[in-house]
C-alpha cells in the first residue's frame, strides 16, 4: 500500500466517520494483499474470501483503535490473521496430536526450501499443499512458517501446549514435503 501519510490518514478519518467510500477505498487497496493471508489458513476459495469478508468488518468496527504512528497494512494483517484463528476455532473439528516423542528436526524440509530444483513449483502449488494439510496442521504451520508465531505464542493462541504446537509443526512439514516432491516428480 503506497500511500502519503495524509492520505492515509484522510482514509482512516473516514472510515472512522463510518464512510463507506473510505471503508471500500481500504478494502481495494489491501484485498490482493489480505486475501492470500487467508488462503493459507482455509480449505477453500470460498472460505477464504469469507474470511477475509469478517476480517474488513472487524477491521472498520476496530478502526478506532489504530494508531497513526504504525503501520496500518500490519495493523489490518493483524487483525486478518486473528479472525483466521478464530475461524480454525469456531470449527476446530479435529484433536490436535500430543506426541512430542515424534517431532523430528527441521532437515528434511530445509532440504525442500534449499533445493534448487523446487523453484519449479509455483506459489499455487505450494498453496494448494498447504490447503491440503489437516486443518490442526495448517493453522499451526501457518502460525509458526508464515506469520513468525513461537511455538509458546501458538499454543497460547490454539489453546494447546507447546509440545503439540512442535509435533503438529513438525508433521506438517513432513506432510509439506511429501505433497511437493510428489507434485514435482509429476512435471
Not at 57 to 62: G, T
Not at 92 to 118: G, H, L, P, T
Not at 167 to 187: E, G, I, Y
Request: proline share 1%; with cysteine; net charge negative.
Amino acid at each position: 500500500m503506497k500511500l502519503e501519510q495524509s492520505e492515509l490518514e484522510r482514509i482512516v478519518d473516514g472510515c472512522k466517520a463510518k464512510n463507506r467510500f473510505y471503508q471500500q477505498k481500504i478494502y481495494e487497496l489491501l484485498y490482493d494483499k489480505m486475501l492470500p493471508v487467508c488462503y493459507r489458513y482455509s480449505r477453500s476459495t470460498d472460505e477464504a474470501k469469507d474470511m477475509l469478508q469478517d476480517g474488513f468488518i472487524k477491521v472498520f468496527e476496530k478502526i478506532e483503535q489504530y494508531n497513526t504512528g504504525g503501520s496500518f497494512e500490519g495493523w489490518v494483517r493483524r487483525i486478518i490473521v486473528n479472525t483466521a484463528i478464530d475461524a480454525y476455532r469456531k470449527n476446530k473439528k479435529e484433536v490436535f496430536i500430543d506426541d512430542e516423542s515424534r517431532i523430528k528436526d527441521d532437515s528434511d524440509w530445509q532440504d525442500i526450501e534449499n533445493e534448487a530444483e523446487y523453484a519449479e513449483l509455483s506459489i499455487n502449488d505450494i498453496v494448494e499443499a498447504m490447503q491440503s494439510l489437516s486443518p490442526a496442521y495448517q493453522a499451526v504451520f501457518n502460525l509458526y512458517v508464515m506469520e513468525g508465531y513461537t511455538h509458546q505464542e501458538i499454543a497460547d493462541e490454539l489453546e494447546i501446549n507447546i509440545g503439540t504446537s512442535k509435533s503438529n509443526l513438525a508433521k506438517a512439514k513432513a506432510n509439506m514435503k511429501t505433497m511437493l516432491t510428489d507434485k514435482l516428480n509429476r512435471l
